[in-house]
Structure formats: C-alpha cells, structure tokens
C-alpha cells in the first residue's frame, strides 16, 4: 500500500538557518504529493503540493520538488523564521477514485531567535 | 469564507459517557474526513464520505465509533461509551474531489477522557 515517510524530528534551527525535511514516499501509481503546516493548536494547512514528476510547489519561502526517479519530495527553505514553528507533515494522493491522503507521522521543527 | 467548523473546541468528560463531535464542511465540498491524532499514533483516518455516503471506514477503531452524515452540511462523529484511551484531538476535514486533492481541515475538538 501506499507509505509515507519523513525524517524524525524534532528539528531545532536558528533563525535564518536553512531548513530541509526529507520526505520519501512509496505510491503504485502517480500520486499528487503534499506539504501540510500544523501551528501550535490549530488543524493542518496545505503548504504546498505538486501534482506530477519534475513539479516544483512553493509558498511563504518554502518549495519541494517531485522527484520520481528518488521518489521523494523534500521540503526546503532557504532562511527559517521564528514564526515557522510548526509541526511540517508529507502526504501524497492516489486521486482518481482514492480521496485519501496518506499523511507522515510529521517533524516538529522549532526555530530559536 | 468560513473553514470547516468543529465544535465543541474543547470536551471533557467521564468514562463510559456518549460524546458527539460536531463537523460543518466548506460550502461546496463534495467529500468529508474525520482524523484522529495522538503523541503515539500520530493523523490516524477515521472515515471518509463521498456526497455524504461513507465510502471507508477501516479506521474506526471499534464500534464504539460511529460516524453519520445526514447532509451536505453537517457530519457527526460518537463514541458511546468512552474511554480514556479516546483522549486526542479529533479534526474534520473537506474537499472538492474533482481534480484536485487538497482537503480542508478544521480546528479540531481536543477530547479528553477521564
């Protein structure tokens, strides 16, 4: 079946620092692939996603492009913020006929001033 | 416009008590998802529906689980009786399955179970 995974955290940086959270991901077909941020008592937000190989998806500084010959999706950021405290999720999605989305177990990254 | 709507927020109760979970999707979305998430087990799918019919529902851990959607506007998650083992926080989350993938997720209901 299908199997998310991603680097453990937690992930501490310094502010400005360059962040990289390693996803890979095992799928059977060609899945979309996304980058969901959860804040400190809120629900999931999608960050980004990219829907086919060679894609690039990128928002607020972040971008991860769709490998398929390493079939990973890596999330990077050139200069992290305090503010991009979160827990960071990897998920892909079959589509067509499947709507679920098979979600990492997440990386807390905590970012010192 | 409004996200998906959760309530309560926040739920206490005792063990061996009914509790409902409370979900209103995006206005237009055609597809409904309830998610578990705990420290140990990490985002666990619940359920899903397709145009309110649910189309899987392997994750429910037990029968205790029960997941209803009436209608388009409203979805319902009840475990009867609880346990404290039930203690996480409970998201709902919608989409519009036509091409695209990404779901919607609520604030989520932080349950605990004493």
């Known amino acids: 079946g299908d199997s998310v995974t991603q680097m453990e955290g937690p992930v501490t940086l310094s502010e400005e620092a360059f962040l990289t959270i390693n996803c890979t991901y095992t799928?059977?077909?060609?899945?979309?692939l996304f980058w969901y941020v959860q804040y400190p008592g809120e629900g999931l937000q999608l960050l980004l996603k990219a829907t086919k190989a060679d894609d690039k998806g990128s928002n607020k500084g972040f971008e991860a492009t769709y490998r398929k010959e390493t079939t990973s999706f890596h999330l990077e950021k050139g200069s992290v913020q305090v503010s991009d405290s979160a827990v960071y999720f990897c998920a892909l999605s079959e589509g067509g006929s499947n709507y679920k989305l098979t979600f990492g177990k997440g990386t807390l990254l905590t970012v010192n001033p | 416009d409004a996200g998906v709507i959760q309530s309560p927020r926040h739920e206490v109760t005792e063990m061996g008590q009914e509790v409902t979970l409370r979900c209103k999707p995006i206005s237009g979305h055609n597809s409904l998802f309830w998610y578990r998430q705990t420290m140990m087990r990490g985002l666990e799918l619940l359920i899903y529906f397709n145009n309110n019919v649910p189309i899987d529902d392997s994750g429910m851990p037990e029968d205790r689980f029960s997941a209803k959607m009436p209608n388009a506007s409203f979805s319902t998650l009840k475990i009867q009786p609880s346990e404290p083992r039930d203690s996480a926080v409970y998201f709902c989350?919608?989409?519009?399955?036509?091409?695209?993938?990404?779901?919607?997720f609520g604030p989520g209901t932080r349950l605990t179970v004493t």
């Open positions: 989350a919608s989409s519009f399955v036509r091409g695209s993938d990404e779901q919607y």
């Open positions: 799928a059977t077909g060609y899945p979309s």
